[in-house]
């Protein structure tokens, strides 16, 4: 997986047709961690694909000034969080935030406890979008693919003990919040 | 697998539960779409603004060097010892040939090489520029018209005399002494001019 891109040896001419390529590995590899990215944020998945294409955009006009595999993941990220919050407050979200609950509490056929089920996701979001913004993006990144503190700092621009200690405190919230 | 005890003991685990989304199939072809539409229109954004700031650049290139051609600067003295004609001075009206003008820039040419190449022969140091920028420097040189050129002096001390330019006093001085219809011109060899000044008549 991290061999997916590598930088371009220095004084490489580099053709059109590498660039497409390069375009379309980055794509490949990043997608999904965009997406859920900005529907972390924005809790519908048609508007967290949107995002996650816009930023894409974005990125691409940048792509020769980031050729190294991981700050292209770190920017992406922090692009993606960006323009996600920044989409969610312009109100231009076309669906309901509906999705989210719904990935938390699948029916069960129980009406009892589907309505507890989603009662309970509700909650959780609830708690989740109470943190500021510094916990959040650390918290958001944490769950995504198991990723590793270490991980999380690259991609938070952040140092490591900084996520152990975000971390920790964003959990203690949402467990003050959620009990 | 979603965690059913969903509760505050786990929140980061069920957190990840509901982020677990993937991008629907059609996602990468999209997203290329996208990247290359807005390729294409930062492209034309592009060739439309050079399309408009280059005529527009061209534009005021013309009008500064409008506002700024020679007939409308000053007259500016070649050396510290050369006067100004007064811009009091009635303008001629008889408009200056092209003779007169080629032989002016003749002139000022052949006094600016003669001063440099004499302060060379004087051991002075420094480039063309930096002698002309030394007007204290000029004003101690004497001026030498070789005798090949002198017929660009005699051309303007000529057109000095019919009132087509006007030059400034040492030069005046010294042509006033010269006859323009006089053939062959007899100067001295080398010819001695003190210092220069000319103004061209603005057409």
Known sequence: MNAIVRPWPA?????????????DDRLAESSALAVR???????????????AQEAFVRASRRLGALRDRDRFRAWLVRLTWRMAIDWQR???????????????APQHGNAEVDVAARERAARLWQAIDALPERLRLVLVLAAIDGHTTREVAALAGVAEGTVKSRLFEARRRLQEQLR | MRDERMDADDPLRALADALDVEPSPGFGAQARQRIDADRGARRRTRRYAMAIIVPAAAIALVVVWAAHRPSDVQPRAVSSHAEVVPQSAPPHPVAP????LAAERSATAVVARTRESRMRDEGRRGSPRAFRNESQAFAAVPVVVPRGQLEGVRQLASAAASGRVRIGPPLADWAAGVQ????????????????????????
């Open chain 1, 11 to 23: 004084g490489r001419v580099v053709s059109a047709e590498d660039r497409v390529r390069d375009l």
């Open chain 2, 180 to 203: 323009p219809e006089a053939t062959p011109l007899q100067a001295p060899d080398p010819l001695r001019v003190p210092a220069l000044s000319v103004e061209p008549l603005a057409n």
């Open chain 2, 97 to 100: 040939t092209t003779e007169d």
């Open chain 1, 37 to 51: 990215v900005a529907f972390s944020v924005l809790r519908n998945h048609a508007d967290a694909e949107d995002v």
């Open chain 1, 90 to 104: 312009s109100g231009r979200r076309r669906g309901t935030r509906e999705d989210a609950v719904a990935r938390l």
